[in-house]
Structure formats: structure tokens, C-alpha cells
């Protein structure tokens, strides 16, 4: 995950702690250590709003958020009838303490492109 984050072409972790609900575990590496290493390189980290997943949790959300990442909100939809998942995200975020400047989906089209590592070299 270091390298992965490390690398500039990624902007965005999806799935950060890849657990699931009642089915699979968080991976083996710490959080804390996940966050700052997103800190560190401007690294985005995703709250999956799948209720399977919820993946950042809001607890780990506002762990990021106190260390300055930045959130986006996926619905992990795969057909249109999950697209209303994104209320879950939503609840997480604010759980959190989000608030918009907080979270990428809530940038202008131009603002997220600005932002993206590989323009910043």
C-alpha cells in the first residue's frame, strides 16, 4: 500500500481497509498508518457507501479528516437500483464531520482536475 500511495499517477484509494460487513476482516494494516501516508502525499481516501462496506467508517473518516485527507463518497454501485446508496456515504461523512470542502465529489469539475497529482509536477 505504501507503493501504491507513493505512486503519482494514483490520486484516490478506494476500498482503503477492503473490509466487509459480517464477511471480511480489515486488512493488517493500521489505519493510523494508511491516514498518514495518504497525509503525506495528498492522497484521497474513499468512504464506500455500500452498507456492506462502509468502508472508511465514520470513526476512521474523522481520523482522516483530522489529519487533513481528503474523502470522496462512492456508492460502490454496480447496477442503477445501489445509486441510492450514496445516502449511506453521506451519514458516514457527516458522521465524521465532513463538511464539503472535505470531500472531492463536492468539487467543481475543474477543481478536482487541478488537484490531481500527476498536474501538480
Known amino acids: 500500500?505504501?507503493?501504491?500511495?507513493?505512486n503519482p499517477l494514483v490520486?484516490?484509494?478506494?476500498?482503503?481497509?477492503?473490509?466487509?460487513?459480517l464477511l471480511r476482516q480489515r486488512t493488517a494494516l493500521p489505519i493510523e498508518t494508511l491516514i498518514a501516508l495518504a497525509a503525506e502525499h495528498d492522497?484521497?481516501?474513499?468512504?464506500?457507501?455500500?452498507a456492506e462496506?462502509?468502508?472508511?467508517?465514520?470513526?476512521?473518516?474523522?481520523?482522516?479528516?483530522?489529519?487533513?485527507v481528503?474523502?470522496?463518497?462512492?456508492?460502490?454501485a454496480h447496477q442503477t437500483g445501489t445509486l441510492d446508496n450514496r445516502e449511506h456515504?453521506?451519514?458516514?461523512?457527516?458522521?465524521?464531520?465532513?463538511?464539503v470542502r472535505d470531500v472531492?465529489?463536492?468539487l467543481s469539475a475543474d477543481?478536482?482536475?487541478?488537484?490531481?497529482r500527476r498536474h501538480r509536477t
Open 1 to 6: 500500500m505504501t507503493r501504491v500511495i507513493e
Open 11 to 21: 490520486d484516490a484509494i478506494g476500498h482503503p481497509t477492503s473490509r466487509r460487513i
Open 43 to 50: 492522497v484521497v481516501l474513499e468512504v464506500n457507501a455500500n
Open 53 to 68: 462496506r462502509l468502508d472508511l467508517d465514520s470513526v476512521h473518516a474523522r481520523l482522516a479528516l483530522a489529519a487533513g
Open 70 to 76: 481528503r474523502l470522496t463518497i462512492n456508492t460502490d
Open 89 to 99: 456515504g453521506v451519514a458516514v461523512a457527516r458522521r465524521a464531520g465532513a463538511r
Open 104 to 106: 472531492v465529489n463536492c
Open 111 to 116: 477543481q478536482l482536475l487541478a488537484g490531481r
